[in-house]
């Protein structure tokens, strides 16, 4: 589908005959333009919530619940006696959990790593530099075939080009155009990169990259060795993640894959073991979902299809487990990050859902007020259908591909994106369907919001379209918002 470049008129909002031009109404908001309304700026506020799984009450603690460096010293590239971790499929029944690691309290230990004496040739779906771009994602500039990508993204790839190429002297400066750019979609080829740079990751400034994303690397294989030496873990995580990881995107053949799964359960279970005032929480698993694929699409050649090619043979081939590695530790990383906006959504009581459920009552009575008396009327509270909404940052609601494409907007709003943001966006997706609901009964009305076929037809504009919305409900509204 060919992108379409709004520049900077992130408020711009499209008429289905393709014009371009806003509807009446927003007309008059915006005083006729939709580029009179300027992006918001974007504060540090953050906060500091939990929704209990009968199993996952997490143990002492070991780690403190920061996001500083564990050590100084790292332990390098140290791999685990036999079978590395754990292959997660099947239900509640832990008879089937036979060769995990909750089954055998004994059998894990550090060694030097062996050499692997003969390997698959490299698969035909490997960029053939996986190496380099693994060292420094940046390397992927010069491999890009630029008059493809300039006929897909016109000058919307021209610009982020221009600024990844620049020597970044002003890091803060390139970041904010970063995000302005970003705010309408990021290029598919570039989007790894730019992800990892809004979330202040990946540095922009060339001189720090390659260290850095190596020392993280490093930081992040150590911990697997430390968390995971002497069988000393929390069974209840362990077990909890070990049930939640095969419901995940289960569809997706990609997220089927034993070493796919097994690299997600370590991922959900270090963070948890890191951050013991919420541990591990249904719904955090969701979350992992958008880096893995875009990280690891970023080593594939264009016509591979994370979601739809098979990995099996894959995962066989020379390379897989270098990049899985590098993947792995992104994704931890990143989700850390993302996660420390929206932590009191997952702590004890869950204050960051209430929240944020509360004010999208309060945006709903503003914009339909009509809507919410009907569903108040008919008995329906905003919890019993919005709380998904708010724990999985609506992936339960769109396929991937398009959660991956709002995910570039509400990391141009870092770190107010995934939470206040959001809340506007859940307003304009209630508000798609108001007519429609204004019709039905209790039981139609939440059969009809839990029920995901809904969008099951919607595309790249349909979400840009919500987007624009959403940032229309903001620049009215924002001062609505509590945050206590």
């Known amino acids: 589908m060919s992108q379409v470049d709004h520049k900077s008129n992130k408020g711009g909002l499209m008429q289905a005959n393709g014009s371009g031009s806003l509807p009446f109404f927003f007309k008059s908001l915006t005083n006729g333009s939709s580029n009179s309304v300027d992006r918001p700026s974007i504060d540090s506020r953050r906060s500091s919530h939990r929704w209990d799984s009968e199993t996952s009450s997490p143990k002492p603690i070991k780690f403190q619940d920061d996001d500083e460096d564990w050590d100084d010293d790292i332990l390098s590239d140290l791999t685990i006696k036999g079978e590395k971790f754990p292959a997660f499929r099947g239900d509640d029944d832990t008879t089937k959990y036979s060769n995990s690691i909750v089954n055998q309290p004994d059998s894990i230990s550090v060694e030097e790593p062996t050499v692997e004496l003969q390997k698959a040739p490299l698969n035909k779906n490997i960029r053939k530099n996986f190496k380099s771009l693994i060292k420094d994602p940046l390397s992927l500039l010069s491999d890009l075939d630029l008059a493809e990508e300039k006929k897909i993204y016109g000058v919307k790839f021209e610009k982020f080009y221009s600024i990844l190429q620049d020597e970044q002297t002003n890091e803060e400066q390139e970041l904010n155009k970063l995000q302005n750019l970003s ?46 030496k002497d069988s000393k873990k929390d069974n209840n995580v362990w077990h909890q993640i070990s049930i939640d990881i095969p419901r995940t995107n289960a569809h997706v053949k990609f997220f089927s894959n034993t070493k796919i799964q097994d690299s997600m359960s370590r991922i959900l279970y270090i963070w948890a073991i890191r951050h013991p005032a919420s541990g591990y929480v249904q719904g955090i698993n969701d979350l992992v979902t958008p880096f893995f694929h875009v990280f690891f699409e970023n080593y594939m050649e264009n016509d591979f299809n994370v979601q739809e090619d098979d990995i099996e043979e894959l995962s066989q081939s020379t390379g897989f487990e270098d ?54 009327e008919h008995g329906l509270q905003f919890i019993q259908f919005a709380f998904r909404w708010m724990n999985c940052l609506l992936m339960r609601e769109f396929r991937l591909e398009l959660v991956i494409r709002m995910w570039d907007t509400y990391l141009s709003e870092f770190p107010q994106g995934f939470k206040d943001f959001h809340v506007f966006v859940c307003c304009a997706f209630l508000m798609k369907f108001s007519e429609e609901l204004k019709e039905m009964e209790f039981q139609d009305l939440i059969m009809f919001l839990q029920d995901n076929s809904k969008t099951s037809h919607w595309n790249d504009k349909d979400i840009e379209l919500l987007l624009s919305e959403a940032f229309i409900w903001q620049s009215l509204y924002k001062n609505q918002l509590t945050y206590t």
């Open 183 to 228: 705010w309408n979609g990021i290029p598919k080829r570039l989007r790894m990169i730019i992800w990892q740079m809004l979330l202040r990751y990946m540095p922009i400034n060339n001189s720090r990259r390659v260290a850095q994303l190596e020392r993280k690397r490093q930081e992040y294989q150590q911990s697997l060795s430390e968390m995971f």
């Open 323 to 376: 990049i899985l590695k590098a993947v792995e530790a992104d994704t931890f990383w990143c989700l850390t990050k993302l996660l420390d906006t929206i932590q009191d959504n997952y702590i004890h009581e869950q204050p960051g859902i209430h929240r944020q459920i509360n004010n999208l009552v309060k945006i709903s009575e503003k914009v339909d007020n009509a809507l919410t008396e009907h569903l108040e």
